[in-house]
């Protein structure tokens, strides 16, 4: 089993910067992805970003690009994604999720369909007023 849990979320003005983090503890796998998902009411859940392990290759969706960054921190066996410039467009709840699959690159991670994630958090949310 491995449980992922989200924190970071919380109020912020439009422009400001948060930092979310994914905490991942339990089991280990040799290769897997790491995916930002956020998600509002009555919208389509939507990929924000994911990173692999173990090469840390990266990619963060257009909608996003220039203003989130992932990383990750393997002795803390943390992911972050770190938001700038925020909008109030981007107030959403915000998920991770992980995919355990053998030479997964960026691409994969960024199409595959949500059932194909094996471990999701809880969530946190992120609003962002005008």
């Known amino acids: 089993q491995v449980q992922l849990v989200e924190s970071g979320g919380g109020l912020v003005q439009a422009g400001g910067s948060l930092r979310l983090s994914c905490v991942v503890s339990?089991?280990?796998?040799?290769?897997?992805?790491i995916n930002w998902f956020r998600h509002t009411p009555g919208q389509e859940r939507e990929f924000v970003a994911t990173?692999?392990?173990?090469?840390?290759?990266?990619y963060v969706a257009d909608s996003v690009k220039g203003r989130f960054t992932i990383s990750r921190d393997n002795a803390k066996n943390t992911v972050y994604l770190q938001m700038n410039n925020l909008k109030p467009e981007d107030t959403a709840d915000y998920y991770c999720a992980s995919l355990v699959r053998d030479g997964i690159t960026p691409a994969q991670a960024m199409g595959a369909a949500f059932d194909e994630f094996d471990y999701w958090g809880p969530g946190t949310q992120v609003i962002v007023s005008s």
């Open positions: 990173i692999t392990w173990p090469g840390g290759d990266t």
């Open positions: 339990g089991r280990t796998f040799s290769s897997y992805a």
